[in-house]
């Protein structure tokens, strides 16, 4: 008999990070949110950062 397979929860609360996509830095969420891709990495974690309370 196989094992049961672990069941995938969704996320709980938000929690953000950035990724560099060529020259372009973005914030990204566990939640699906996607800020706009800016040049400054700085300004890019201040999205991530305002994110959950928006």
Known sequence: MP???PTERPPTGHTT????????CLALCTCGWRGPARRSRDL???????HPST
């Not at 890019?44 to 305002?50: I, L, M, N, Q």
């Open 3 to 5: 094992l049961p397979r």
């Open 17 to 24: 990070s950035t990724a560099e996509r060529g020259s372009f």
């Open 44 to 50: 890019a974690r201040k999205d991530a950062d305002r």
